[in-house]
Nanobody, 122 residues
């Protein structure tokens, strides 16, 4: 499976941004998917995850209520819609997939995209 994330950019605090991750490979529709992010000097952290069929989602407390994760298996795409962005949301955002046991667990994921930078200015 190969992943390509795009949609990052610069936005002012309070603004919105949408990220897309395009997947290739036969196993996409059978795997959970997630977004993680990594800010400078910090570890990569879970943002949101979605089950293989899109029926179950989970979010980090820091983004709950402000972000929506979804997927389109027909297009093999994963999305993250972020609203009410804060400067602390500034990070490189990565999409990931794999045969995970716990969707929030970074170490469970076998496949990662290259990352897309989101910068939120105050």
């Amino acid at each position: 499976v190969q992943l390509q994330a795009y949609g990052g950019g610069s936005v002012q605090a309070g603004g919105s941004l949408g990220l897309t991750c395009v997947a290739s490979g036969r196993s996409f529709n059978y795997y959970a998917m997630a977004w993680f992010r990594q800010a400078p000097g910090k570890e990569r952290e879970f943002v949101g995850g979605v089950s293989w069929d899109g029926g179950t989602t989970s979010y980090a407390d820091s983004v709950k209520g402000r972000c929506t994760i979804s997927r389109n298996n027909a297009k093999t795409e994963l999305y993250l819609r972020m609203n009410s962005l804060k400067p602390e949301d500034t990070a490189v955002y990565y999409c990931a997939t794999g045969a995970v046991r716990y969707v929030e667990n970074r170490d469970d994921y076998q496949y990662w995209g290259q990352g897309t930078l989101v910068t939120v200015s105050s």
